[in-house]
């Protein structure tokens, strides 16, 4: 494959995964203000709190597979017949893991009161342990089918959203919501067995090794759990320490968060096949080249967008959420910055620490976060509840950060020096000042909104332009030239 290809496939992939996360943020924006009024605070914190369980269930049925087989496809592209023999290894583990997981899904029902008062909903939540099993979304996103991910994607939520108007009316309807929210982010797994006869033989290929999987495998699934332990703990912690309705606010937060990230974090994902492959091939310099790229991209978006939601905060969950969610406005700013610690920690350890095969240091960084987040939530949650919780999980995200760093800081120092942090910094305090007396007092909510909007990111990008910020430049230019040609 030629150079000019790569590039293309490239801008290909992050223009079909750009769709990809657009498709799931247009889903939240336009489900989650309705769901909220209907559901309320309490509806919404039982559908948090069982979205939290089945995730750690989800976790043990997927154990590493996830991340371990995007990058084990990613290096065997060229291999039809070993590519197929390792995709059917890891599906079939994962179906075992699958039933195990029932299981003991199956016995939690039975044994723990508070969950078996709620059956049906955790049994619906449980769905996406078998979808995730079946769909193979690694080994889509291991040979790079974005495009094929988007369309699937586009259309189950797009379903799901009608769904939600439709059926959704009442404030008891939170169980149906949760099977709602399956098929939007689940139920394309039907859709990758019915597509991956063009990627693999679906036949069996026999001569199967499944040892070989077994160590990369408990070694992913031990990032997994540490990551889905910090990531979900302080939902969980909240809903056993406080209530329903302490969860409910969170979640709010939490959910405007969650949407952010998934466009701020989708550019590790997205470059994880390439640096493998990069990294696998000897090429070391475009392994860096697009390693110090994404991580200038995520510098200068993440901190935008948490400057922006920490500003507007308030206004932005009365549009999304409703009065009664005024309590989230708190822990919604206190829990923006992770969007900065996240979008690093996802470039350096999704993009350039795995493809190294270090994937030792993602563990240590992220059982580093799990122990803090604990603790710190085992501290604050009682006394400060859903703030609390955000407090603890920002501690945590910078704990990751830290450890990370550490690993990499000869290879990464030279480029943190000689980031313009001066001008990123004149950029976001022109943004927000000029943002923040632009407010009208008597327009609507929504115009108010958008002209916050307009006017913060519409400064940030313009000084930046002025300050010649380098990435910005290049991006306008080639932005430029592509308006020529048509």
Request: aromatic residues 12%; glycine residues 6%.
């Amino acid at each position: 494959m030629n150079p000019l290809r790569k590039e293309t496939s490239i801008k290909t992939s992050f223009f079909m995964n750009g769709i990809l996360m657009a498709t799931s943020v247009l889903f939240s924006l336009l489900t989650f203000p309705y769901v909220s009024r209907i559901l309320g605070p309490a509806g919404m914190g039982k559908v948090g709190f069982a979205s939290s369980v089945a995730a750690y269930f989800n976790l043990f049925a997927q154990l590493g597979i996830p991340t371990y087989g995007i990058r084990i496809c990613a290096k065997l592209r060229d291999d039809k017949t070993e590519l197929s023999r390792v995709t059917q290894e890891l599906t079939i583990i994962n179906l075992l893991m699958g039933l195990l997981s029932y299981a003991c899904l199956a016995a939690a029902l039975l044994l723990i009161p508070r969950l078996r008062g709620e059956r049906s909903l955790y049994l619906i939540m449980s769905t996406s342990i078998a979808l995730n099993a079946i769909g193979m979304e690694w080994l889509y996103k291991g040979l790079e089918q974005y495009s094929f991910l988007a369309i699937r994607s586009a259309f189950f939520r797009f379903l799901a959203l009608l769904g939600i108007y439709a059926l959704v009316r009442r404030e008891d309807q939170y169980t149906l919501y949760g099977a709602l929210t399956v098929l939007a982010s689940s139920a394309g797994a039907i859709w990758n067995v019915i597509g991956a006869s063009r990627l693999i033989q679906l036949s069996p290929v026999g001569n199967y090794q499944y040892r070989r999987h077994v160590r990369p495998i408990l070694l992913f699934f031990a990032m997994s759990c540490a990551t889905v332990i910090y990531t979900n703990l302080d939902t969980l912690m909240l809903g056993v320490l406080r209530d329903d309705t302490a969860v409910g606010y969170y979640s709010a937060a939490v959910k405007i968060k969650g949407v952010l990230v998934m466009a701020v974090a989708s550019v590790g994902t997205v470059l994880l096949p390439r640096a493998s492959y990069y990294y696998e091939k000897g090429k070391r310099g475009e392994f860096w080249n697009i390693g110090r790229t994404a991580l200038h991209a995520v510098l200068l978006s993440a901190s935008a967008l948490s400057v922006y939601f920490i500003l507007f905060a308030r206004p932005m969950l009365l549009l999304f959420s409703g009065t009664p969610f005024l309590p989230s406005v708190r822990p919604m700013q206190i829990i923006m910055p992770t969007l900065f610690c996240i979008g690093l920690t996802n470039v350096m350890g999704v993009q350039i620490l795995i493809p190294q095969g270090r994937e030792h240091v993602v563990l240590r960084s992220e059982l580093c976060g799990a122990v803090t987040d604990f603790v710190l939530n085992l501290i604050l949650i009682p006394r400060f509840s859903a703030s609390g919780a955000a407090l603890g999980t920002s501690v945590a995200e910078l704990a990751v950060l830290l450890v990370q760093f550490h690993a990499l800081r000869r290879e990464l120092l030279p480029f943190f020096c000689r980031f313009s942090w001066w001008k990123l910094g004149t950029a976001l305090m022109l943004s927000g000042g000029l943002s923040l007396v632009a407010q009208p007092a008597d327009w609507p909510l929504p115009a108010s909104i958008a002209l916050s909007l307009v006017v913060f990111f519409g400064t940030c990008l313009f000084s930046l332009l002025l300050l010649r910020e380098s990435l910005i430049l290049e991006a306008t230019k080639k932005v430029v030239n592509f308006l020529n040609k048509i």
